[in-house]
């Protein structure tokens, strides 16, 4: 079965649209890793509008390959100018830029982009052996474990996104409300329209994404005191020869890449998380004569080896269970659904030779960020050099077309501003975004299966009791709610002891 869909797959992927599509996509997640402040998820939000009108397996290979570029690409500034052009490249700076202050920032690109290859491969070996078992045995769930899954997904995403508990389910169910925005499935009656025909099928996903983080985003950008602020960096092009440093740190780059896999699976939990755990778990590891903190390369090879292999793993639940693992994630079940597929197991059953297209376009970036990334370092420099006040208007300019161009509404515009306010109003009342993407997405099943579980059932509620995975479910949920409402208490707890202290 796997052999056969990745055979079709072959069919759909070697086209000159879809390679050439997936290596672009390599550049441009590079760039907006690089840029500090956009990363992976705006490179997506961005291009959206444009992969949506490509063939399916083209246009996930342009979204896939952004994705894997930019959660790279934040290495490069972290490297040069010791600010992490993504989250996810924070820990790389701890050792990528004291390695450039001694004279070897191509050696640290270098290893940065060959690890970050290697355990996206390794990502992918996993994505592609435990994404089909994963949604076989997903094949026997009714709505019960579906309604109980959203639950979980979007729980997992609302406690960990966040510093706060409170905040985080807010937003989730922030998101949910917009979700039910339009015409009702079952009843066919109008919610929250305001007699509105534009709201009939609620709001455009990409116009609520674009405003609630990029719009949000040029925002702060603007902000900051540093928009005509042009960086001086020097740095010679990385060689090829890179590769074989890094295979030095075999060990460390296999359990990084593991790591890196495993908290990719995990909804919510991410590539900072996994890039933080590799690098304590590779500095606890290492021999005396490595210096970690003073420019150790398997300091650089422990995150972004994680870092890339999270992207594989984050895959995993979202193909198999149409579970998204994070924002970046979430988004491309957005354009799967635009583009007329459903994740999940019936994607797997109905779509294989989809599903094996997908697997090729996921390797095959990771192999074109080895090749693009080296080639074109210098050229990411260059960017890197040039100041904000002069790309800002350029990036809201893209955001504008985008998303214009979705539906040729100008109400998709004032959607994108509105929820711009929305989220600039979010983000200084530090309540995270994330949720609400991921209680749009989720919504939808979550309110569908619930409502046909209670349908069926002839014990109300009691039916998610009744059936194994569904309760299992169930108590992972109160075990989730438990801990971190016990997280919260003791860190308040510790919060109020030091203010007696002080």
Not at 88 to 114: C, N, W
Not at 431 to 438: D, E, G, K, R
Request: glycine share 14%; charged share 10%; net charge positive.
């Amino acid at each position: 079965m796997l052999f056969e869909s990745l055979l079709a797959g072959f069919q759909l992927f070697l086209t000159p649209m879809a390679i050439g599509l997936t290596f672009i996509g390599i550049l441009i997640g590079l760039l907006v890793g690089a840029m500090p402040g956009l990363g992976p998820l705006m490179g997506i939000i961005l291009l959206l509008p444009v992969a949506i009108g490509l063939p399916p397996v083209a246009a996930m290979g342009f979204l896939i390959a952004i994705f894997v570029g930019g959660s790279c690409g934040g290495s490069i500034s972290a490297i040069l100018l010791r600010i992490p052009g993504t989250p996810l490249a924070a820990a790389t700076l701890f050792d990528g830029y004291p390695m450039a202050q001694k004279g070897r920032a191509a050696d640290a690109i270098g290893i940065a982009i060959s690890s970050s290859a290697i355990g996206g491969l390794i990502g992918g070996v996993v994505l592609i052996a435990a994404s089909p078992i994963l949604a076989k045995f997903a094949s026997g769930f009714a709505p019960p474990e579906y309604a109980m899954l959203a639950v979980t997904g979007l729980f997992a995403i609302a406690l960990i996104s966040g510093g706060s508990l409170i905040k985080g389910l807010i937003s989730g169910c922030f998101g949910l409300l917009l979700a039910t925005i339009g015409t009702d499935e079952f009843s066919t009656g109008y919610r929250f329209t305001f007699g509105s025909h534009h709201m009939l099928n609620g709001f455009h996903i990409v116009a609520v994404v674009v405003g609630l983080f990029a719009i949000s985003e040029m925002a702060h950008q603007i902000i900051g005191n540093d928009l005509l602020k042009k960086p001086d960096i020097k740095v010679e092009r990385p060689g090829f020869g890179s590769l074989l440093k890094t295979l030095r740190h075999w060990g460390n780059l296999l359990r990084s890449s593991g790591i890196g896999v495993f908290f990719g699976a995990l909804p919510g939990a991410g590539g900072v998380i996994s890039s933080f755990s590799a690098y304590a778990i590779a500095k606890a590891a290492a021999k005396p004569g490595e210096k970690y903190g003073e420019g150790a390369e398997g300091g650089v090879v422990a995150t972004e080896s994680a870092n890339n292999a999270t992207v594989g793993g984050t895959l995993v639940p979202s193909l198999a269970l149409g579970i998204p693992g994070d924002a970046s994630s979430a988004m491309l079940l957005g354009a799967l659904l635009i583009l007329g597929f459903v994740p999940g197991p019936i994607l797997f059953e109905q779509e294989p030779q989809f599903v094996g297209g997908i697997f090729l376009v996921y390797m095959a970036s990771n192999i074109f960020l080895l090749i693009a990334g080296i080639l074109a370092t210098p050229f990411f420099v260059y960017v890197l050099r040039i100041p904000k006040f002069y790309l800002i208007p350029i990036i809201l300019i893209l955001c504008s077309i985008g998303t214009f161009a979705l539906q040729a509404s100008v109400f998709d515009l004032m959607v994108m501003f509105g929820f711009g306010l929305v989220g600039i109003l979010f983000r200084a009342t530090n309540y995270p975004l994330a949720p609400i993407v991921i209680g749009i997405i989720l919504g939808p099943i979550l309110e569908n299966n619930l409502r046909r579980a209670l349908l069926i059932s002839r014990e109300g509620y009691w039916i998610f009791l009744d059936r194994p995975v569904s309760a299992t479910l169930v108590c992972v949920n109160v075990l989730l709610i438990s801990g971190a409402l016990v997280y919260a208490f003791r860190t308040r707890r510790k919060v109020f002891a030091r203010r007696e202290e002080a």
